[in-house]
């Protein structure tokens, strides 16, 4: 999950070097640049950490109407500058960046580039040493001799390279990592995302795995490794640039937070009709109602709102729905029943561990839907069928309004699927009134959100771990809040079920141990209030989050009233509050938390 930029055809410095800064949340350990002036003049410059520090490295001279940029996210070798990219050969002849891992670079090394002087221990310059010896061995143009060196490669990547013996050339190769082709008027830009250099065109090439390019400032050539020439059609993109900037916001995850009560009316307005009927695609219906079981797999966030999906889906459609991290499925695939249904849930639509699993799904040809956020992404074109979040870019690496779309969206989902099966609960269920009330009571707790930041100021920030505990739905938030909690603030939170406390993991509280109980299941709130008395009487401090009509006089936030199955949108948001705050009054970066990436590309 490193971020890449390429131009060809116009001043490319500050075009790469915005790009990347919009990229950061894809890794951020360090970043560097090649710029080429198509006047024998080239420049090659890199620095550890953030692109301020690459921006400061700069001189002016150092510009280019060719080049390309890297921002990274360590996998191969510690942030250093010798490990940034773009890495070169041993000539000097070759610029490369990437991003992907490549699985047989240590190979490659033993087999073709003995006595190669190396400058990194990063994978990706074995590839650009093993491009520039083919093409002094075979006497190749450059293309070529990435041609013949892709045929070798073993990995993911996105791949931007340039030969400074044609300079006006940018060649690409893309494999599992995002990479997409933007075409301007007399030049042309690559980038991991569209996003990320939507200020710069609107026009895009979907590129597809297997694809490899020559792109000059007015052309672009792509073709299989083999030389086959095939064609891929642009297309104008309907994102509104503004979307993606902060605004008058410090943080990218307030802003998303805020928005969240304007995503449930977006997802509200796409998915029911004039005559307030659910409207998703009947193909999915279809499919997915001839399914003896729903298995839904996810990573990180958008798993804990697949645990919330279950209850809704086996609720509402009466079809039994197991929820699985596809890190673990992609190798030890789960037994199927006769007629298997996959959901698989990713806001970036990127997740390497959620590809292997769609992989195999494929391969079995089982039908597929993925619920993302990224139109065109890698898991919504390898799925049979899609439904969009509608939820904006979601910059900030802690993923908040993409979680709570995940949930809506299931609950459409659902809705529509159990009318089709005639379910009453489904055809009972006024959905667009409850993604309204959910609308609503979202807006009153962002709008209440300094309640929160006296809470994390009080209870979190001095602490060094912390607990959320639930059941029920609860359970499935508590997981969400620890998992929002500790990725942003550092701060080691354990999300728990919170009868289980007490079968061994209550032993670590202790005086001040900070509990964060949430209340919002009418089956077990009272036995909730039970546990919290286990936890309080051994020195816990505890906050409440209690649904209202379980609230009892001293609850730290009382969430408005919601049907029990879309509760988590409601009892999420003091969570994801907490969270921003523990982390901002910490000092800490809140949108780019240390050794993490907004969308992981690798296994
Ligand atoms: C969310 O706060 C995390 N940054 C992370 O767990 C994320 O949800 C996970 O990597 C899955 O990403 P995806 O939804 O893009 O597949």
Not at 93 to 100: D, E, I, K, P, Q
Not at 466 to 484: H, P, Q, S, T, W
Not at 540 to 549: F, L, S
Request: contains cysteine; hydrophobic residues 40%; proline residues 3%.
């Amino acid at each position: 999950m490193c971020g890449i930029v390429g131009v060809v055809g116009k001043p490319a410095r500050d075009i790469i070097l915005n790009g990347l800064t919009n990229l950061e949340y894809r890794g951020y350990d360090s970043a560097g640049i090649y710029l080429n002036d198509l006047n024998g003049n080239e420049y090659l410059t890199k620095a550890v950490g953030r692109i301020s520090n690459l921006k400061e490295k700069l001189t002016p001279d150092e510009q280019g109407l060719v080049g390309i940029g890297h921002t990274r996210w360590a996998t191969h070798g510690k942030p250093t500058v010798d490990n940034a990219h773009p890495h070169f050969d041993e000539t000097k002849r070759f610029y490369l960046v990437h991003n992907g891992v490549i699985e047989n670079y240590a190979e490659l090394k033993e087999k073709y580039l003995q006595g190669v002087k190396f400058h990194s221990n990063t994978d990706t310059e074995v590839v650009v040493q093993l491009i520039s010896k083919i093409a002094r061995e075979k006497n190749l143009d450059g293309f070529s001799a990435f041609k013949e060196a892709l045929k070798l490669v073993k990995g993911s990547y996105a791949f931007l390279l340039v030969d400074d013996t044609e300079p006006e050339h940018v060649f690409i190769a893309k494999n599992k990592s995002p990479m997409m082709l933007g075409l301007g008027d007399g030049f042309n830009i690559i980038a991991s995302d569209a996003i990320s250099v939507l200020d710069q065109t609107k026009t895009f090439v979907d590129l597809q795995d297997g694809d490899v390019g020559d792109i000059t400032k007015d052309s672009y050539t792509i073709e299989t490794v083999d030389g086959k020439k095939v064609e891929r059609k642009p297309h104008v993109l309907d994102i509104d640039p503004n979307a993606a900037s902060k605004g008058t916001y410090e943080f990218y995850m307030l802003k998303e937070i805020d928005e969240q009560p304007s995503v449930m009316r977006k997802i509200s307005q796409t998915y029911f009709d004039e005559n307030d009927d659910v409207k998703v695609d009947p193909k999915i219906i279809d499919s997915i109602s001839k399914a003896d079981r729903i298995y839904i797999y996810a990573a990180g966030t958008s798993y804990h709102a697949g645990l919330v999906g279950k209850t809704m889906l086996e609720h509402y459609t009466g079809i039994p729905t197991e929820v699985g991290l596809a890190s673990e499925a992609g190798y030890h695939f789960p037994m199927m029943s006769k007629n298997p249904f996959f959901i698989f849930l990713t806001q970036s639509g990127e997740t390497a561990d959620s590809r292997v699993v769609l992989k195999e799904v494929n391969k079995r040809n089982i039908p597929s839907l993925t619920i993302t956020n990224v139109e065109g992404s890698t898991l919504s074109r390898e799925a049979d069928y899609t439904m969009l979040l509608e939820a904006g870019p979601e910059i900030a690496v802690a993923s908040t309004k993409a979680y709570t779309a995940q949930i809506a969206v299931q609950a459409v989902l659902a809705k529509a699927l159990g009318e089709a099966l005639n379910k009453a609960e489904a055809k009972d269920w006024n959905l667009k009134h409850d993604l309204a009330i959910a609308a609503e009571g979202m807006q009153q707790l962002v709008d209440s959100k300094e309640s929160l930041k006296e809470i994390a100021d009080k209870y979190l920030i001095k602490s060094r771990n912390a607990f959320y505990i639930g059941r029920g739905i609860d359970y499935a938030v508590a997981l969400e809040g620890a998992l929002k909690l500790k990725e942003v603030s550092y701060i080691q939170t354990e999300g728990f079920a919170a009868a289980e406390l007490k079968h061994g993991t209550i032993s670590l509280i202790e005086k001040d141990t900070p509990v964060i109980a949430l209340i919002n299941d009418p089956a077990t709130a009272d036995l909730t209030r039970g546990n919290i008395q286990e936890v309080v009487s051994r020195g816990a401090n505890v906050v409440t989050i209690a649904g209202k009509d379980f609230a009892r006089e001293g609850d730290n936030v009382v969430l408005p009233e919601i049907n029990y199955y879309m509760s988590a949108l409601l009892t999420v948001v003091p969570a994801q509050l907490l969270a921003y705050y523990a982390s901002k009054d910490k000092g800490l970066d809140v949108d780019k938390p240390r050794n993490l990436a907004k969308s992981v590309t690798v296994e």
